[in-house]
Protein backbone atom coordinates (compact mmCIF):
# COMPACT_ATOMS: atom_id res chain seq x y z
CA UNK A 1 0.00 0.00 0.00
CA UNK A 2 2.84 2.28 1.17
CA UNK A 3 4.01 1.55 -2.01
CA UNK A 4 0.92 2.39 -4.16
CA UNK A 5 0.75 5.92 -2.12
CA UNK A 6 4.69 6.83 -3.17
CA UNK A 7 3.88 5.73 -7.01
CA UNK A 8 0.62 8.30 -6.85
CA UNK A 9 2.80 10.40 -5.22
CA UNK A 10 5.53 10.78 -7.72
CA UNK A 11 2.71 10.71 -10.55
CA UNK A 12 1.37 13.99 -8.54
CA UNK A 13 4.91 15.48 -8.86
CA UNK A 14 5.58 14.20 -12.17
CA UNK A 15 3.28 17.22 -13.61
CA UNK A 16 2.43 17.98 -17.15
CA UNK A 17 1.65 20.34 -19.47
CA UNK A 18 -1.98 19.21 -20.27
CA UNK A 19 -2.94 18.86 -16.29
CA UNK A 20 -1.03 22.56 -15.30
CA UNK A 21 -3.02 24.01 -18.08
CA UNK A 22 -6.21 22.65 -17.31
CA UNK A 23 -5.68 23.61 -13.59
CA UNK A 24 -4.80 26.97 -14.20
CA UNK A 25 -7.60 27.86 -16.51
CA UNK A 26 -10.35 26.35 -14.70
CA UNK A 27 -8.75 28.15 -11.47
CA UNK A 28 -8.63 31.41 -13.13
CA UNK A 29 -12.40 30.55 -14.36
CA UNK A 30 -13.83 29.82 -11.39
CA UNK A 31 -11.93 33.00 -9.61
CA UNK A 32 -13.98 34.84 -12.32
CA UNK A 33 -17.49 33.33 -12.31
CA UNK A 34 -17.39 33.88 -8.52
CA UNK A 35 -16.94 37.71 -8.84
CA UNK A 36 -19.40 38.13 -11.67
CA UNK A 37 -19.04 41.89 -11.42
CA UNK A 38 -15.78 42.24 -12.37
CA UNK A 39 -16.19 39.95 -15.38
CA UNK A 40 -19.44 42.09 -16.49
CA UNK A 41 -17.63 45.35 -15.70
CA UNK A 42 -15.25 44.40 -19.30
CA UNK A 43 -18.39 43.71 -21.25
CA UNK A 44 -19.98 46.40 -19.32
CA UNK A 45 -16.89 49.27 -20.52
CA UNK A 46 -16.87 47.91 -23.99
CA UNK A 47 -20.40 48.21 -24.88
CA UNK A 48 -20.57 51.69 -22.94
CA UNK A 49 -17.17 52.85 -24.89
CA UNK A 50 -18.66 51.79 -28.12
CA UNK A 51 -21.77 53.55 -27.68
CA UNK A 52 -20.26 56.94 -26.77
CA UNK A 53 -18.96 57.34 -30.58
CA UNK A 54 -22.09 57.71 -32.08
CA UNK A 55 -22.86 60.41 -29.62
CA UNK A 56 -19.35 62.48 -29.86
CA UNK A 57 -19.08 62.17 -33.63
CA UNK A 58 -23.16 62.42 -34.94
CA UNK A 59 -25.53 59.53 -35.59
CA UNK A 60 -25.23 59.99 -39.34
CA UNK A 61 -25.74 56.16 -40.86
CA UNK A 62 -22.90 56.22 -43.61
CA UNK A 63 -20.10 57.68 -41.69
CA UNK A 64 -20.69 55.47 -38.42
CA UNK A 65 -21.16 52.82 -41.19
CA UNK A 66 -17.11 53.15 -42.11
CA UNK A 67 -15.89 54.09 -38.48
CA UNK A 68 -18.00 50.84 -36.76
CA UNK A 69 -15.65 48.39 -36.98
CA UNK A 70 -12.37 50.19 -36.18
CA UNK A 71 -14.81 51.79 -33.07
CA UNK A 72 -15.16 48.42 -32.17
CA UNK A 73 -11.71 46.90 -32.47
CA UNK A 74 -10.54 49.68 -30.35
CA UNK A 75 -13.12 49.36 -27.71
CA UNK A 76 -11.94 45.75 -27.58
CA UNK A 77 -8.21 46.30 -27.49
CA UNK A 78 -8.98 48.69 -24.70
CA UNK A 79 -11.35 46.24 -22.57
CA UNK A 80 -8.53 43.96 -23.12
CA UNK A 81 -5.80 46.20 -21.85
CA UNK A 82 -8.02 46.79 -18.56
CA UNK A 83 -8.55 43.58 -17.71
CA UNK A 84 -4.94 42.88 -17.83
CA UNK A 85 -3.76 44.04 -14.29
CA UNK A 86 -6.20 40.99 -13.12
CA UNK A 87 -3.82 38.37 -14.95
CA UNK A 88 -1.05 38.04 -12.72
CA UNK A 89 -1.20 41.62 -10.39
CA UNK A 90 -3.25 40.08 -7.52
CA UNK A 91 -1.81 36.43 -7.73
CA UNK A 92 1.54 38.22 -7.50
CA UNK A 93 0.70 40.47 -4.30
CA UNK A 94 -0.59 37.33 -2.52
CA UNK A 95 2.34 35.61 -2.91
CA UNK A 96 0.05 32.40 -4.84
CA UNK A 97 2.32 33.15 -8.15
CA UNK A 98 5.29 32.13 -6.03
CA UNK A 99 3.52 28.73 -5.20
CA UNK A 100 2.46 27.94 -8.55
CA UNK A 101 6.09 28.19 -9.25
CA UNK A 102 6.86 25.71 -6.77
CA UNK A 103 4.20 23.57 -8.76
CA UNK A 104 5.66 20.49 -10.54
CA UNK A 105 3.73 21.70 -13.55
CA UNK A 106 5.90 23.31 -16.47
CA UNK A 107 5.75 26.99 -15.92
CA UNK A 108 4.70 27.69 -19.77
CA UNK A 109 1.28 25.27 -19.08
CA UNK A 110 -0.33 27.00 -16.25
CA UNK A 111 0.83 30.43 -17.68
CA UNK A 112 -0.99 29.67 -20.90
CA UNK A 113 -3.58 28.05 -18.81
CA UNK A 114 -4.09 31.81 -17.35
CA UNK A 115 -3.88 33.59 -20.68
CA UNK A 116 -6.47 31.38 -22.17
CA UNK A 117 -8.34 32.12 -18.93
CA UNK A 118 -8.37 35.80 -19.38
CA UNK A 119 -9.25 35.18 -22.73
CA UNK A 120 -12.45 33.50 -22.46
CA UNK A 121 -13.64 36.06 -19.74
CA UNK A 122 -12.27 39.58 -21.96
CA UNK A 123 -11.64 38.44 -25.77
CA UNK A 124 -14.45 35.97 -25.96
CA UNK A 125 -17.79 37.70 -24.66
CA UNK A 126 -17.06 40.84 -26.57
CA UNK A 127 -16.36 38.53 -30.31
CA UNK A 128 -19.88 37.38 -29.05
CA UNK A 129 -21.21 40.53 -28.32
CA UNK A 130 -19.53 42.45 -31.34
CA UNK A 131 -22.51 41.75 -33.79
CA UNK A 132 -24.88 43.48 -31.32
CA UNK A 133 -22.91 46.54 -31.10
CA UNK A 134 -22.07 46.60 -34.85
CA UNK A 135 -26.15 46.40 -35.79
CA UNK A 136 -26.06 49.78 -34.08
CA UNK A 137 -23.22 50.98 -36.22
CA UNK A 138 -25.66 49.55 -39.18
CA UNK A 139 -23.07 47.23 -40.42
CA UNK A 140 -24.30 44.59 -42.84
CA UNK A 141 -24.01 41.15 -41.99
CA UNK A 142 -21.48 39.37 -44.08
CA UNK A 143 -19.69 42.50 -42.16
CA UNK A 144 -20.76 41.27 -38.89
CA UNK A 145 -19.96 37.88 -39.56
CA UNK A 146 -16.32 38.89 -40.53
CA UNK A 147 -16.07 41.38 -37.46
CA UNK A 148 -16.70 38.84 -35.33
CA UNK A 149 -14.65 36.36 -36.70
CA UNK A 150 -11.25 38.37 -36.62
CA UNK A 151 -11.97 39.20 -33.15
CA UNK A 152 -12.39 35.68 -32.17
CA UNK A 153 -8.77 35.27 -34.02
CA UNK A 154 -7.44 38.73 -33.06
CA UNK A 155 -8.42 38.85 -29.38
CA UNK A 156 -5.99 35.63 -28.23
CA UNK A 157 -3.02 37.57 -29.25
CA UNK A 158 -3.95 40.62 -27.48
CA UNK A 159 -4.30 38.59 -24.59
CA UNK A 160 -0.80 37.16 -25.18
CA UNK A 161 0.63 40.07 -25.71
CA UNK A 162 -0.83 42.20 -22.80
CA UNK A 163 0.29 39.25 -20.63
CA UNK A 164 3.45 39.54 -21.48
CA UNK A 165 3.61 43.57 -20.83
CA UNK A 166 1.79 42.96 -17.79
CA UNK A 167 4.41 40.27 -16.19
CA UNK A 168 7.13 42.81 -17.03
CA UNK A 169 5.64 45.31 -14.96
CA UNK A 170 5.37 42.90 -11.81
CA UNK A 171 6.49 45.25 -9.00
CA UNK A 172 6.92 48.19 -11.19
CA UNK A 173 6.70 52.32 -10.00
CA UNK A 174 3.84 53.74 -12.35
CA UNK A 175 2.06 50.75 -13.38
CA UNK A 176 -0.90 51.34 -15.14
CA UNK A 177 1.11 54.01 -17.53
CA UNK A 178 3.92 51.89 -17.67
CA UNK A 179 1.71 48.91 -19.02
CA UNK A 180 -0.19 51.28 -21.66
CA UNK A 181 2.94 52.70 -23.10
CA UNK A 182 4.30 48.68 -23.54
CA UNK A 183 1.00 47.22 -24.59
CA UNK A 184 -0.48 49.23 -26.75
CA UNK A 185 2.02 49.81 -29.07
CA UNK A 186 1.94 46.29 -29.88
CA UNK A 187 -1.47 45.67 -29.67
CA UNK A 188 -1.09 47.93 -33.14
CA UNK A 189 -0.71 45.28 -35.83
CA UNK A 190 -3.68 43.18 -34.60
CA UNK A 191 -6.00 46.26 -34.58
CA UNK A 192 -4.68 47.10 -38.02
CA UNK A 193 -5.42 43.81 -39.68
CA UNK A 194 -8.64 42.94 -37.25
CA UNK A 195 -10.27 46.12 -38.37
CA UNK A 196 -8.43 45.83 -41.83
CA UNK A 197 -11.01 42.70 -42.22
CA UNK A 198 -14.11 44.12 -41.68
CA UNK A 199 -13.27 47.24 -43.71
CA UNK A 200 -12.48 45.11 -46.44
CA UNK A 201 -15.50 43.16 -46.55
CA UNK A 202 -17.37 46.30 -45.99
CA UNK A 203 -16.17 48.02 -49.25
CA UNK A 204 -16.66 44.80 -51.36
CA UNK A 205 -12.98 43.28 -50.94
CA UNK A 206 -11.86 39.87 -49.85
CA UNK A 207 -11.36 39.81 -45.81
CA UNK A 208 -9.25 36.70 -46.27
CA UNK A 209 -5.81 38.50 -45.80
CA UNK A 210 -6.37 40.41 -43.15
CA UNK A 211 -7.96 37.40 -41.39
CA UNK A 212 -4.80 34.97 -42.49
CA UNK A 213 -2.60 37.24 -41.15
CA UNK A 214 -4.29 37.36 -37.89
CA UNK A 215 -3.93 33.73 -37.75
CA UNK A 216 -0.69 33.61 -38.88
CA UNK A 217 0.10 36.25 -36.05
CA UNK A 218 -1.84 33.92 -33.48
CA UNK A 219 0.01 31.30 -34.29
CA UNK A 220 3.65 32.96 -33.71
CA UNK A 221 2.49 34.78 -30.52
CA UNK A 222 0.64 31.08 -29.14
CA UNK A 223 4.06 29.62 -29.84
CA UNK A 224 6.69 32.30 -29.00
CA UNK A 225 4.70 34.66 -26.04
CA UNK A 226 4.24 32.00 -23.54
CA UNK A 227 8.50 31.63 -23.56
CA UNK A 228 8.18 34.94 -22.93
CA UNK A 229 5.56 35.57 -20.23
CA UNK A 230 7.31 32.81 -18.16
CA UNK A 231 10.99 34.40 -18.32
CA UNK A 232 8.81 37.75 -17.51
CA UNK A 233 7.50 35.95 -14.31
CA UNK A 234 10.79 34.45 -13.33
CA UNK A 235 12.35 38.00 -13.56
CA UNK A 236 9.53 39.36 -11.38
CA UNK A 237 9.81 36.25 -8.62
CA UNK A 238 13.47 36.37 -8.22
CA UNK B 1 44.61 37.60 -24.21
CA UNK B 2 41.88 37.52 -22.27
CA UNK B 3 38.45 38.15 -24.59
CA UNK B 4 36.36 38.75 -21.09
CA UNK B 5 38.92 41.91 -20.24
CA UNK B 6 36.62 44.34 -20.89
CA UNK B 7 33.90 42.81 -19.48
CA UNK B 8 33.87 44.20 -16.46
CA UNK B 9 32.54 47.65 -16.13
CA UNK B 10 35.62 48.69 -13.93
CA UNK B 11 38.24 48.09 -17.24
CA UNK B 12 35.69 49.19 -19.52
CA UNK B 13 34.97 52.41 -18.01
CA UNK B 14 38.46 53.67 -18.44
CA UNK B 15 38.65 52.35 -21.89
CA UNK B 16 35.39 53.50 -22.64
CA UNK B 17 36.51 57.22 -21.79
CA UNK B 18 39.64 56.13 -23.73
CA UNK B 19 37.40 55.38 -26.96
CA UNK B 20 34.86 58.23 -26.63
CA UNK B 21 36.46 60.91 -28.03
CA UNK B 22 38.03 59.62 -30.91
CA UNK B 23 34.53 58.21 -32.05
CA UNK B 24 33.29 62.16 -31.68
CA UNK B 25 36.06 62.95 -33.65
CA UNK B 26 35.55 60.53 -36.11
CA UNK B 27 31.63 61.11 -36.12
CA UNK B 28 32.69 65.24 -36.44
CA UNK B 29 34.86 64.11 -39.61
CA UNK B 30 32.85 62.14 -41.27
CA UNK B 31 29.54 64.18 -40.31
CA UNK B 32 31.26 67.54 -42.08
CA UNK B 33 32.19 65.37 -45.35
CA UNK B 34 28.69 63.70 -45.54
CA UNK B 35 27.31 67.77 -45.66
CA UNK B 36 29.46 69.13 -48.16
CA UNK B 37 28.28 66.03 -50.85
CA UNK B 38 24.86 66.86 -49.55
CA UNK B 39 24.76 70.57 -50.19
CA UNK B 40 27.45 71.57 -52.69
CA UNK B 41 28.25 68.00 -54.87
CA UNK B 42 25.27 66.40 -55.21
CA UNK B 43 23.00 67.70 -57.74
CA UNK B 44 19.51 69.28 -57.34
CA UNK B 45 16.89 66.71 -58.21
CA UNK B 46 15.00 66.62 -61.36
CA UNK B 47 11.77 66.36 -59.63
CA UNK B 48 11.73 67.31 -55.82
CA UNK B 49 14.60 70.38 -56.50
CA UNK B 50 16.67 71.53 -53.32
CA UNK B 51 14.35 70.44 -51.19
CA UNK B 52 15.28 66.31 -51.43
CA UNK B 53 18.40 67.57 -49.43
CA UNK B 54 16.78 66.62 -46.46
CA UNK B 55 17.11 62.73 -47.49
CA UNK B 56 20.76 63.35 -45.71
CA UNK B 57 19.55 63.55 -42.53
CA UNK B 58 15.98 61.59 -42.73
CA UNK B 59 17.28 58.06 -44.30
CA UNK B 60 20.27 57.86 -42.21
CA UNK B 61 18.52 58.35 -39.05
CA UNK B 62 15.69 55.95 -40.20
CA UNK B 63 18.37 53.62 -40.51
CA UNK B 64 20.38 54.13 -37.71
CA UNK B 65 17.47 53.96 -35.44
CA UNK B 66 16.54 50.59 -36.87
CA UNK B 67 20.16 49.57 -36.72
CA UNK B 68 20.52 50.47 -32.81
CA UNK B 69 17.08 48.56 -31.89
CA UNK B 70 18.93 45.40 -33.18
CA UNK B 71 21.88 46.10 -31.24
CA UNK B 72 20.35 47.34 -28.42
CA UNK B 73 18.43 43.58 -28.67
CA UNK B 74 21.31 41.80 -29.08
CA UNK B 75 22.91 42.89 -25.85
CA UNK B 76 19.45 42.46 -24.24
CA UNK B 77 19.94 38.98 -25.53
CA UNK B 78 23.46 39.02 -23.88
CA UNK B 79 22.65 40.26 -20.61
CA UNK B 80 19.78 37.17 -20.95
CA UNK B 81 22.02 34.79 -21.79
CA UNK B 82 25.39 34.98 -20.20
CA UNK B 83 24.10 36.87 -16.86
CA UNK B 84 26.66 40.19 -18.12
CA UNK B 85 25.86 42.91 -16.24
CA UNK B 86 27.63 45.27 -18.74
CA UNK B 87 25.48 44.18 -21.71
CA UNK B 88 22.47 45.19 -19.71
CA UNK B 89 23.92 48.27 -19.19
CA UNK B 90 25.17 48.80 -22.83
CA UNK B 91 21.58 48.20 -23.51
CA UNK B 92 20.15 51.16 -21.48
CA UNK B 93 23.12 53.53 -22.82
CA UNK B 94 21.97 52.38 -26.28
CA UNK B 95 18.15 53.30 -25.59
CA UNK B 96 17.92 57.21 -25.37
CA UNK B 97 19.98 57.75 -28.90
CA UNK B 98 17.64 55.20 -30.58
CA UNK B 99 14.74 57.40 -29.89
CA UNK B 100 16.55 60.41 -30.71
CA UNK B 101 17.11 59.15 -33.96
CA UNK B 102 13.68 57.79 -34.61
CA UNK B 103 12.61 61.01 -33.25
CA UNK B 104 14.80 62.83 -36.21
CA UNK B 105 13.60 60.29 -38.61
CA UNK B 106 10.15 61.21 -38.05
CA UNK B 107 10.40 64.72 -37.60
CA UNK B 108 12.35 65.26 -40.82
CA UNK B 109 9.90 62.77 -42.62
CA UNK B 110 7.21 64.91 -41.59
CA UNK B 111 9.17 68.28 -43.13
CA UNK B 112 9.87 66.59 -46.50
CA UNK B 113 6.25 65.38 -46.41
CA UNK B 114 5.11 68.78 -46.58
CA UNK B 115 6.65 70.09 -49.89
CA UNK B 116 6.40 66.90 -51.99
CA UNK B 117 3.30 64.99 -50.10
CA UNK B 118 1.08 67.80 -49.41
CA UNK B 119 1.21 66.80 -45.28
CA UNK B 120 3.09 66.29 -42.53
CA UNK B 121 1.74 63.15 -41.83
CA UNK B 122 -0.24 59.90 -43.52
CA UNK B 123 -0.78 56.80 -41.90
CA UNK B 124 1.16 54.72 -43.92
CA UNK B 125 2.46 51.44 -42.88
CA UNK B 126 5.92 52.58 -42.61
CA UNK B 127 5.52 55.77 -40.81
CA UNK B 128 3.37 54.14 -37.98
CA UNK B 129 5.43 51.24 -37.84
CA UNK B 130 8.65 53.57 -37.46
CA UNK B 131 6.10 55.32 -34.88
CA UNK B 132 5.75 52.25 -32.90
CA UNK B 133 9.19 51.75 -32.51
CA UNK B 134 9.92 55.24 -30.84
CA UNK B 135 6.83 53.68 -28.32
CA UNK B 136 9.38 50.81 -27.89
CA UNK B 137 12.38 52.79 -27.01
CA UNK B 138 10.11 54.66 -24.62
CA UNK B 139 9.15 51.72 -23.48
CA UNK B 140 11.98 50.24 -22.70
CA UNK B 141 13.47 53.42 -20.81
CA UNK B 142 10.33 53.65 -18.45
CA UNK B 143 10.59 49.54 -17.93
CA UNK B 144 14.56 49.61 -17.34
CA UNK B 145 14.05 52.69 -14.47
CA UNK B 146 10.60 51.47 -13.18
CA UNK B 147 12.21 49.08 -10.61
CA UNK B 148 13.92 49.67 -7.37
CA UNK B 149 16.32 46.98 -8.19
CA UNK B 150 18.52 47.94 -11.27
CA UNK B 151 18.97 44.35 -12.28
CA UNK B 152 15.57 43.35 -12.58
CA UNK B 153 15.16 46.42 -14.63
CA UNK B 154 17.57 45.03 -17.03
CA UNK B 155 16.10 41.37 -17.44
CA UNK B 156 12.48 43.10 -17.96
CA UNK B 157 13.94 45.59 -20.54
CA UNK B 158 15.80 43.09 -22.20
CA UNK B 159 12.83 40.38 -22.53
CA UNK B 160 10.95 43.78 -23.46
CA UNK B 161 13.62 44.87 -26.18
CA UNK B 162 13.31 41.08 -27.76
CA UNK B 163 9.92 41.15 -28.15
CA UNK B 164 9.94 44.01 -29.75
CA UNK B 165 12.64 42.85 -32.23
CA UNK B 166 9.56 42.02 -34.70
CA UNK B 167 8.98 45.42 -35.55
CA UNK B 168 11.95 45.67 -37.01
CA UNK B 169 11.19 43.27 -40.48
CA UNK B 170 8.26 45.32 -40.52
CA UNK B 171 9.42 48.61 -40.43
CA UNK B 172 11.57 47.06 -43.45
CA UNK B 173 9.46 46.04 -45.68
CA UNK B 174 6.50 47.90 -45.47
CA UNK B 175 7.12 49.64 -48.13
CA UNK B 176 6.94 46.52 -50.27
CA UNK B 177 4.41 44.43 -48.16
CA UNK B 178 1.67 47.55 -48.52
CA UNK B 179 1.18 49.69 -51.29
CA UNK B 180 2.79 52.98 -49.29
CA UNK B 181 2.92 56.68 -50.15
CA UNK B 182 6.37 56.69 -48.51
CA UNK B 183 8.71 55.33 -51.55
CA UNK B 184 10.17 52.37 -51.94
CA UNK B 185 14.30 51.91 -51.25
CA UNK B 186 16.46 53.59 -53.82
CA UNK B 187 19.53 51.40 -52.18
CA UNK B 188 19.79 47.78 -52.39
CA UNK B 189 23.40 45.66 -52.47
CA UNK B 190 22.75 45.04 -56.06
CA UNK B 191 22.64 49.01 -57.12
CA UNK B 192 21.04 51.95 -56.75
CA UNK B 193 18.90 54.29 -58.74
CA UNK B 194 20.72 57.14 -57.52
CA UNK B 195 22.83 59.81 -58.11
CA UNK B 196 26.43 58.38 -57.02
CA UNK B 197 27.28 61.87 -55.15
CA UNK B 198 23.91 61.99 -53.41
CA UNK B 199 24.58 57.67 -52.61
CA UNK B 200 28.29 58.75 -51.12
CA UNK B 201 26.82 61.77 -49.39
CA UNK B 202 23.79 59.58 -47.90
CA UNK B 203 26.46 56.66 -47.22
CA UNK B 204 29.05 59.05 -45.28
CA UNK B 205 26.21 60.98 -43.41
CA UNK B 206 24.82 56.88 -42.32
CA UNK B 207 28.52 56.31 -41.04
CA UNK B 208 28.80 59.80 -39.12
CA UNK B 209 25.64 59.32 -37.26
CA UNK B 210 26.57 55.19 -36.37
CA UNK B 211 30.13 57.00 -35.18
CA UNK B 212 28.19 59.80 -33.20
CA UNK B 213 25.62 57.17 -31.93
CA UNK B 214 29.44 55.28 -30.20
CA UNK B 215 30.44 57.42 -28.83
CA UNK B 216 27.05 58.94 -26.96
CA UNK B 217 26.51 55.11 -25.73
CA UNK B 218 30.16 54.95 -24.37
CA UNK B 219 29.95 58.63 -22.55
CA UNK B 220 26.20 57.08 -21.23
CA UNK B 221 27.60 53.63 -20.27
CA UNK B 222 30.48 55.45 -17.81
CA UNK B 223 27.05 57.33 -16.04
CA UNK B 224 25.33 54.12 -15.80
CA UNK B 225 28.67 52.41 -14.48
CA UNK B 226 29.39 55.08 -11.86
CA UNK B 227 25.78 55.09 -10.55
CA UNK B 228 25.75 51.50 -10.48
CA UNK B 229 29.15 50.57 -8.76
CA UNK B 230 28.98 53.77 -6.94
CA UNK B 231 29.58 52.15 -3.55
CA UNK B 232 32.74 49.78 -5.19
CA UNK B 233 36.41 50.74 -4.06
CA UNK B 234 37.58 51.36 -7.43
CA UNK B 235 34.58 54.20 -7.99
CA UNK B 236 35.81 56.00 -4.44
CA UNK B 237 39.28 55.83 -5.78
CA UNK B 238 38.33 57.85 -8.69
CA UNK B 239 36.77 60.65 -6.11
Known amino acids: ?238 | MNWFYFSSPATFYRLAGAMAPWFFALAAILAGIGLYFGFVVAPTDAQQGEVYRIIFIHVPAAWISMFLYLVMASYGAMSLTFNTRLAAMMARAIAPTGAMFTFVALWTGAFWGRPTWGTYWVWDARITSELVLLFLYLGFIALANAFEDPRRGDRAGAILSLIGVVNLPIIYFSVQWWNTLHQGSSVSLRGTSMHAAMLTGMMVMALAFWMYSIATSLVRVRAVILERERRSAWVRQLR
Open chain 1, 1 to 238: MSAATHESGAALLAGSFGAGFAWAFARDLTIAWRHPGETLLVVAFFVLVASLFPLGVGAEAQLLERIGPGVIWVCALLAAFLSLPALFASDHADGSLEQMALSPHPMASWVSGKIAAHWATSGLPLAVLSPLLGLQYGLDADTLAVLALALLIGTPVLSLLGAACTALTLGARGGGMLLALLALPLFVPVLIFGAGAAQAQASGLSALPHLSLLGAGLIVAAMSLPIAVCAAVRVALD
